[in-house]
């Protein structure tokens, strides 16, 4: 009786450990995006102060930057879906 209570006991901590990682694992993954590059003129000099619109294809909502002093822009957190 003892022996199957003892067991019983390591099963429901094996059990509970396995949960606790495979949410530790699940909060660490992202749902949403990152679209960055950089500005630049035909001959390949960097734009600084540029615009950059993003759309997103399905909702149509536009995210807009402007490009720092290299010509690169950054727009983050984006929400999983195709942008133009």
């Not at 950089?38 to 734009?47: E, F, K, Q």
């Amino acid at each position: 009786m003892l022996t199957q209570l003892y067991t019983r006991g390591r099963i429901f901590i094996v059990l509970a450990l396995f949960a606790i990682i495979g949410v530790a694992a699940l909060w660490g993954q992202a749902v949403n995006g990152t679209i960055s590059g950089t500005v630049t003129d035909p001959s390949g000099a960097a734009i600084a102060g540029a615009m950059v619109e993003v759309r997103n294809t399905a909702t149509q909502v536009v995210r807009t930057v402007t490009t720092n002093a290299q010509g690169r822009y950054t727009v983050p957190e984006l929400f999983v879906g195709n942008y133009e």
